[in-house]
């Protein structure tokens, strides 16, 4: 057990590498001195491991022994015949006994949800040790019905995402604007945002050296998440199928959903086709945007809204050879505003379809329209004032905003109905754009 544990710490021979800081880290270590079990939630390879080494580097440099760290990855080869409590039990009890028996230690435990009941454990340790707990996973669903049962009041949640575009541009030494009123982003922006939009935001795919390495990393996540957490962790055998409509929502990011039309295009019940889109959305592979309304009937009986978690995992999987730019972007929109945890995102439908309805204390803050067709065209300016200006007079209190591609040369129209025109690079860097009424 020993050996096992050297491999993932620096006290033994591990060489962990903290990488680029995340905008994430700052929350992450507010919450230190609590006694609070810190959770780290997300999809495989957005960076959950490498905030846990920031965290660890952290803790170094203000002094605490190495040896009062124990980081233990649980999709370590040599731990996979025996992921129980008893085996993390023994690892525990080793690293007390060997390295460091007495005082406060800091635990970090890398894809928790493989071991069976783990909530148990850590509850009662996190009760009776000196010992202050980080762990991660790549189960959504998983991990929250986990942390509600016996863990409720004692953790804090965390989502963490691939690179925000603001993290990429940092992540590449891009320097921001400085002026973020600009009506056209500077070059080397633009030139990334291009990129963002194709390849998306995993870190080892922005910083990859060409777009074939980019697309062998992305295929490869793909399958590890279809595999590892879809097809093992709910027995499916079927991968051909499972694949194959994997592929259909992701190639269809930002559409509606329909658990009866995706059984009848793969010839299964709607039962079983609604369950695998939870399976899809539980893994981090795609996310379902619901239909806003009051009334909970209403909501269950509208179709969700598909958007893929990354447009790189879009690119590499969809069917079509064209580049859908308006879906690109609009996914790019959900995980901006994704990013804000205060905020309650739905899209809406009466007479016109609204991309984005934007909550927030319970209160209808934005209402969002993405477009990339030229707001000079006055069809598209009709079609994206209308959706917003009929969703208007349902939430008057809510402020109007239209992201775009670029910027119309006027904006006379959409200021008369009091709707904002915002570039899609503006959107993405700049924060004041949800800023609070």
């Not at 295929?219 to 879809?230: A, G, K, N, P, S």
């Not at 592929?247 to 959903?257: F, K």
């Not at 369950?275 to 009986?301: D, Q, T, W």
Request: aromatic share 10%; net charge negative; hydrophobic share 40%.
């Amino acid at each position: 057990m020993l050996e096992i544990l050297e491999r993932w710490n620096r006290w033994g021979h591990a060489k962990l590498s903290a990488g680029f800081e995340r905008t994430l880290l700052k929350p992450l270590l507010s919450c230190l001195e609590g006694p609070e079990i810190i959770t780290l939630i997300g999809p495989r390879r957005a960076g959950k491991t490498t905030l846990l080494y920031q965290v660890i580097d952290h803790l170094e440099t203000h002094s605490v022994d190495p040896r009062a760290i124990l980081h233990i990855n649980f999709e370590e080869p040599s731990l996979a015949p025996y992921l129980t409590i008893a085996t993390l039990d023994e690892l525990y009890k080793t690293y007390r006994t060997e390295i460091f028996p007495t005082g406060l230690a800091y635990l970090f435990f890398d894809e928790i949800q493989n071991i069976p009941d783990w909530e148990q454990w850590v509850r009662a340790r996190n009760e009776t040790e000196e010992i202050k707990i980080f762990i991660t996973g790549s189960s959504g669903k998983l991990m929250s019905r986990e942390l509600g049962t016996l863990l409720t009041g004692r953790h804090l949640r965390f989502y963490v995402y691939p690179l925000s575009f603001e993290e990429q541009l940092r992540f590449k030494q891009i320097e921001l604007p400085k002026d973020l009123t600009l009506s056209t982003a500077p070059a080397a922006i633009e030139y990334e945002l291009l990129n963002y939009l194709r390849w998306g935001g995993f870190p080892a795919v922005v910083m990859a050296s060409s777009d074939e390495k980019r697309e062998q990393i992305l295929t490869q996540y793909f399958e590890d998440i279809l595999y590892r957490d879809v097809a093992l962790r709910h027995t499916i055998r079927d991968l051909v199928q499972l694949r194959q409509i994997a592929v259909h929502l992701l190639t269809h990011s930002a559409s509606l959903l329909s658990a009866t039309r995706i059984g009848t295009i793969f010839g299964i019940s709607t039962e079983l086709a609604g369950n695998i889109c939870g399976y899809l959305e539980e893994s981090f592979l795609i996310a379902l945007l619901s239909h806003f309304s009051l009334k909970s009937a209403e909501r269950v009986r509208n179709p969700q809204k598909i958007h893929a978690i990354d447009p790189g995992l879009r690119a590499i999987t969809a069917i079509s050879a064209s580049e859908d730019l308006g879906h690109a972007m609009e996914s790019l929109v959900y995980l901006k505003l994704l990013a804000n945890a205060s905020l309650d995102i739905y899209y809406w439908r009466k007479e016109v379809e609204v991309d984005f309805l934007v909550r927030e204390k319970n209160q209808t803050r934005y209402l969002i329209q993405v477009t990339a067709d030229g707001l000079n065209d006055p069809r598209v300016q009709q079609r994206e004032i209308k959706g917003l200006a009929v969703a208007k007079r349902w939430f008057p209190e809510a402020r109007c905003l239209i992201v775009s591609r670029d910027l119309p040369v006027d904006k006379a129209p959409f200021s008369v109905e009091g709707i904002e025109v915002i570039p899609l690079w503006r959107f993405l860097l700049d924060d004041r754009n949800l800023r609070s009424l």
